[in-house]
């Protein structure tokens, strides 16, 4: 049975999985007025940065406890690097396979490592034993984001993009490894983060750490390109709230943070994914954020309720 505490936690997750769903419409508007995705993604880890910094600075609590950073493993300091990956190789792969290929294999790569995870109880999460009520849950989020995103207009014209391969050709199932791998990455990142927690005095400050390793990591790779940032004109016609990618980026790590030792791996992760459905299904319909409107169909809501059920059996178990 779910208690109110647990049941608190998947609301925060659901929260965290909303400000997923906004900052990417947030990022991609701010993206018009530069000339590279990693250029907007730059500026997104920068603005958190300097957020959880001054934060963390008001909040005036120590930074490390004494002896905390020599018992810290070395993979502690990876959180903010795999960031960095996950943004990068989205860029790299969302032209050639398109949004919708690469958003499913992401989530089936987070579900999949989040179960390895909690069934060996790696990167400091909570050891759960791999039930047959968790493998079902599992199965059904996955066809429930499935049934909701096949009738997502943009799918079918994701494959048509100029940049897509051929369904069948051999490169393309490396892509699909490679994004896969950045939902395991996804993943392991919220555990990462919450051990490197264990050595400093808040959430805060590790989102921090990690924000500032990420945004060093765009900052070289945005360097490397050689390009001009903003498009001529296009900076006086960017609107207020495409420059809250960061602050909704800041929010996302530092919930995770907290989160993750507390629900575990796959909860965690099916909890965020069901929150990221929901928000899309309110955000299509209304066509905010610069999102296009797409109706509310039958196969959408059943595909939620599936999300629905898969959490509480997850949570439950």
Same mark, same amino acid.
């Given at each position: 049975?779910?208690?109110?505490?647990?049941?608190?936690?998947?609301?925060?997750?659901?929260?965290? &999985?909303?400000?997923?769903?906004?900052?990417?419409?947030?990022?991609?508007?701010?993206?018009?007025?530069?000339?590279?995705?990693?250029?907007?993604?730059?500026?997104?880890?920068?603005?958190?940065?300097?957020?959880?910094?001054?934060? @963390?600075?008001?909040? &005036?609590?120590?930074?490390?406890?004494?002896?905390?950073?020599?018992?810290?493993?070395?993979?502690?300091?990876?959180?903010? %690097?795999?960031?960095?990956?996950?943004? @990068?190789?989205?860029?790299?792969?969302?032209?050639?396979?398109?949004?919708?290929?690469?958003?499913?294999?992401?989530?089936?790569?987070?579900?999949?490592?989040?179960?390895?995870? =909690?069934?060996?109880?790696?990167? &400091?999460?909570?050891?759960?034993?791999?039930?047959?009520?968790?493998?079902?849950?599992?199965?059904?989020?996955?066809?429930?984001? !499935?049934?909701?995103?096949?009738?997502?207009?943009?799918? @079918?014209?994701?494959?048509?993009?100029?940049?897509?391969?051929?369904?069948?050709?051999?490169?393309?199932?490396?892509?699909?490894?490679?994004?896969?791998?950045?939902?395991?990455? !996804?993943?392991?990142?919220?555990?990462?983060?919450?051990?490197?927690?264990?050595?400093?005095?808040?959430?805060?400050?590790?989102?921090?750490?990690?924000?500032? !390793?990420?945004?060093?990591?765009? &900052? %070289?790779?945005?360097?490397?390109?050689?390009? =001009?940032?903003?498009?001529?004109?296009?900076?006086?016609?960017?609107?207020?709230?495409?420059?809250?990618?960061?602050?909704?980026?800041?929010?996302?790590?530092?919930?995770?943070?907290?989160?993750?030792?507390?629900?575990?791996?796959?909860?965690?992760?099916?909890?965020?994914?069901?929150?990221?459905?929901?928000?899309?299904?309110?955000? =299509?319909?209304?066509?905010?954020?610069?999102?296009?409107?797409?109706?509310?169909?039958?196969?959408?809501?059943?595909?939620?309720?599936?999300?629905?059920?898969?959490?509480?059996?997850?949570?439950?178990?």
């Amino acid at each position: 049975m779910i208690t109110l505490s647990t049941a608190f936690l998947l609301a925060c997750s659901l929260l965290v &999985g909303a400000c997923g769903a906004s900052q990417a419409g947030v990022n991609s508007r701010l993206r018009l007025a530069l000339h590279s995705p990693i250029q907007a993604a730059f500026i997104s880890f920068l603005t958190g940065t300097l957020l959880l910094g001054v934060i @963390a600075l008001l909040s &005036g609590s120590p930074w490390f406890a004494p002896g905390a950073r020599g018992g810290l493993p070395w993979w502690a300091w990876l959180g903010g %690097l795999l960031g960095a990956f996950n943004v @990068a190789m989205s860029v790299y792969l969302a032209p050639k396979l398109g949004a919708l290929t690469l958003a499913l294999s992401i989530i089936c790569g987070q579900v999949l490592a989040s179960m390895v995870l =909690d069934h060996n109880g790696w990167l &400091g999460y909570p050891r759960i034993e791999l039930s047959p009520e968790r493998v079902l849950g599992a199965l059904l989020i996955v066809a429930g984001v !499935l049934l909701v995103s096949r009738t997502h207009p943009l799918g @079918a014209a994701a494959g048509a993009h100029a940049g897509a391969l051929p369904s069948k050709s051999p490169d393309r199932y490396f892509l699909l490894a490679c994004s896969i791998a950045i939902g395991c990455s !996804l993943a392991s990142q919220a555990g990462i983060n919450a051990e490197l927690r264990t050595a400093l005095s808040s959430p805060v400050q590790a989102a921090f750490f990690s924000f500032l !390793l990420g945004t060093l990591a765009l &900052g %070289l790779l945005a360097a490397t390109t050689g390009r =001009d940032w903003f498009r001529p004109g296009a900076l006086a016609a960017t609107p207020w709230w495409a420059w809250l990618g960061g602050l909704l980026g800041a929010f996302i790590v530092t919930m995770s943070v907290f989160l993750a030792p507390r629900l575990g791996a796959l909860t965690l992760a099916i909890a965020i994914i069901c929150g990221k459905v929901f928000a899309s299904l309110v955000l =299509d319909q209304r066509g905010w954020l610069g999102y296009p409107r797409v109706p509310l169909t039958m196969p959408r809501v059943v595909g939620t309720v599936l999300l629905v059920l898969g959490v509480m059996l997850v949570a439950a178990n």
